[in-house]
């Protein structure tokens, strides 16, 4: 009977082990995933005579490296991209970063917001980088888009800045433009009033939660929420923080189609 006894121990510790492996394989294929969601989102406000607007949008890069299936899902269908923050981080060799924003610049004109994380590493090498690649760094500013009858303009945060911070530079802004704020971290997000007049807000930051169990996590899921006076969307982004594990909070990107509606 002991030796029975012993025989079911052993059965049960190498299920154990062989379904720990599994997870873990499985949690290090969400994190290396290279989806692009593809989100339409109408506006009211939307300016009437325009093009639609696409958006590629990316956050939370961190150490990996792009994968060429997600340019050539974006290449030909994006407008402009975007980082949402955290390009890189400490440690990140510059010459990754720098293939990651040759890439990028295949798809359409690139713009950044800073993350925590980008102010780990020298930032005067990453703006070198910046300025081969003709990035626009949006460091509390704002960028009217000729190509759309300048009717449409992205407003940059800097990551740790206050609500007061944003809306000075939105009441610069003529009311009647078709305003995207984007923001690294989405608790500056939830902020914003209904008189700020913003219609859409990306941002990333959180990753998700990266590893949820049974629906929960640190944080929320990233997803697109509706309010009555904006639209937010969160990403669960692209790269992994301390571990590149995920789990119900798989890596993506998006392509994200705003217009009249």
Known sequence: MKNQGDGMIGILLAAALVGTALLILMMVCKAFADTVREDVLAFGEYPAGIDDFTIFFISDIHRRSIHDSIIFKAKGKADVVIIGGDLTEKGVPFSRVRENLKKLIEIAPVYFIWGNNDYEVDIQKLGELFREFDVTVLKNKSAFLPAFDNQIVLIGTDYGDTIESMQAILYSIKKSAFRIVLCHSPVLAEKVAESDNVSLILSGHTHGGQIRMFGLGPYEKG???????????????YGTSLLPLRLGAPAETHLVTVKKG
């Open 223 to 237: 997803g697109i929420k509706k309010y009555p006076w904006t639209t937010l969307l969160v990403s669960n982004g």
